[in-house]
């Protein structure tokens, strides 16, 4: 039972580059109106359901702050407290869910959860964040680079460290945004092996940070060790030695580049705590663009292109 006119957005593939760019211009607009005092209420009445399975502190509070900011109201569930937590199935969660508020944003560990939803929701569905794909901190991070340095398209991109969520989001996004990708992972920790041949015209594997790196005009990394590979600390810790972003490691790249990393960081891990505070990090533009980003993508769902 889906409803096919319904629009979600599970991953970067479910909007089109066209609707991407203009999503990416809102955010800069909505963010200039929100700086100025605008008030622009276009979900006043709406309320969106946002059910987190893990935990969260930029997602959450950006998703409550555009909603309160639109006019709107979110919800905020907890499968510690609902009985999706207590084995009520997604899909009769979906079905009830969706006739109350007028949209759902889902942070879970494994994807199939939010396709069911989705599969199942009268409303649109927002993936925030599952073992697989972490669209939302792409709208941030490209609008980001536009609003640093212009257009993404064929630029050169960097991403050091795990093969993960991110990862594989910024492989959605060098298809959708058409740039350069050199993805640098110890070996076992690749992003999966479909995404990186499905875009393999794009998409480079490489074991060298440096190789990556060389002339990028962006470097992003994300921490070694995602929710839900708690245990595997330790472990990752040591293989993944060599894949620091520090300021030596920067200096390889091209005069121009940008740093990001989505938060939360582990300094002396994943990043050098000078790394985090170098003039190329632009993380805390970053991550105040999650609000704008998500605004532009809660208002092109809810109340259409402006
Ligand atoms: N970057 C990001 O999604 O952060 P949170 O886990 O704090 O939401
Ligand atoms: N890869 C990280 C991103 C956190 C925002 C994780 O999944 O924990």
Redesign the pocket.
Known sequence: MSHTSTRHFLTLLDLSPKELGYLIQRAVELKTMQHTGQFHEPLRGQTLGMIFE?S?T??RVSFEVAMTQFGGASIFLSTRDTQLGRGEPVEDSARVLSRMVDAVMIRTFDHAVVEAFAQYSRVPVINA?T?QF?PC?LLADMQTFVEHRGSIQGRKVAWVG?G???CASYINAARQFDFELLIACPDGFEPPADLVAGDSDRVTLVRDPRAAVEGAHLVVT??WA????EEEQAERIRKFTDYQVNPALMDLADPEALFMH???AHRGEEVSTEMMDDPRSVVWDEAENRLHAQKALLEFLLAGQH
Do not use: A, E, Y
């Open positions: 893990k969260s930029r997602t964040l073992d972490h901190q795990d993960n969520n991110m994300d921490v995602s929710m839900g590979q989505c938060l939360p």
